[in-house]
């Protein structure tokens, strides 16, 4: 176990028979999202290990839509961005080439050197990602047909609401975790281009689905918090306590996993010595399952 990745190929897949199920979640995003039209150039960027039943459902979706549809399967992301070469040139010349692309990736395509957060905006294009979520169990669940419009409203007065607090995170699993919130223009959610944005997406516009988060990168940090899962490890046998101080990842500790955990984060980070809380983010869609 100690320094194996989780990912879409460590989970269960989809039996064919089981894709009209998924055509509701799908069209939320392809059609109420992305504002796909006939005749449109629609990428589907997916890792090699995604479910076969979920790439055809987008394909579907944007075929009925009238879309000029190119799916693309390449090796899994890098974490972190830590590949310079992952993504390859092939897949960022059919970026460039889209007018809408969808990526199922594990790992954040934003994270990559190839395709950075701005990418959308060079290229002009409609870009959605799927971070750990292009999988039949998210895409089937109500979160998935949640009206969109509702939920930006719930995170955009989510936004306002957390704006320079300080936040107190607390669960059964010994978390206590103290956190300083910047001013609203820091904090992101949404499709990450103002407090305004509900969509439909424009060219040159990027956003997640199922949209539920919001976040930021914390002024401070204290505290202990303990995860259910992460994933690098997906869920945990045994309780992984990790320790912050002053914003700064201080101990990692709770056997196999913790070891896991620590080596990818200290193998991937440049530098040695503790790492920094880059980011503290949260669902709100009312609908997101709260057991995994």
């Not at 830590?82 to 395509?109: K, M």
């Amino acid at each position: 176990m100690s320094g194996q990745l989780f990912g879409y190929g460590s989970l269960p897949k989809a039996a064919p028979s089981q894709l009209p199920l998924l055509l509701p979640g799908v069209r939320n995003c392809v059609v109420n999202l992305m504002d796909t039209k006939p005749g449109e150039r629609f990428l589907i960027i997916a890792e090699n290990t995604v479910d076969p039943v979920v790439i055809t459902a987008f394909e579907a979706v944007a075929s009925m839509e009238g879309a000029a549809v190119t799916t693309l399967r390449c090796k899994p992301f890098s974490p972190a961005g830590v590949d310079p070469n992952n993504p390859s040139d092939t897949v960022v010349q059919a970026y460039a080439a889209a007018d809408g692309v969808v990526i199922l990736s594990w790992y954040p395509d934003i994270h990559s050197k190839k395709l950075n957060p701005h990418a959308c905006k060079v290229y002009k294009n409609k870009a959605v990602s799927l971070y750990q979520l292009a999988t039949f169990d998210v895409l089937t669940s109500p979160a998935a047909r949640f009206p969109l419009p509702v939920m930006y409203e719930i995170m955009r007065k989510s936004r306002q609401m957390i704006a320079g607090k300080q936040l107190r995170i607390t669960n059964e699993l010994g978390t206590d975790l103290v956190l300083s919130a910047p001013p609203v223009e820091k904090i992101y959610g949404g499709i990450g281009t103002g407090l305004k944005e509900v969509g439909p997406l424009k060219p040159g516009i990027r956003a997640h689905f199922p949209p539920s988060t919001v976040g930021f990168t914390p002024i401070d940090t204290n505290g202990v918090f303990v995860p259910n899962e992460t994933i690098v490890t997906g869920t945990h046998r045994e309780p992984v306590r990790i320790t912050v101080e002053h914003n700064l990842v201080t101990n990692i500790e709770g056997g196999d996993e913790a070891e896991a955990l620590s080596n990818f984060i200290h193998g991937t980070a440049v530098g040695s010595g503790p790492k920094p809380m880059v980011e503290c983010m949260w669902g709100l869609n009312p609908k997101a399952r709260l057991n995994g």
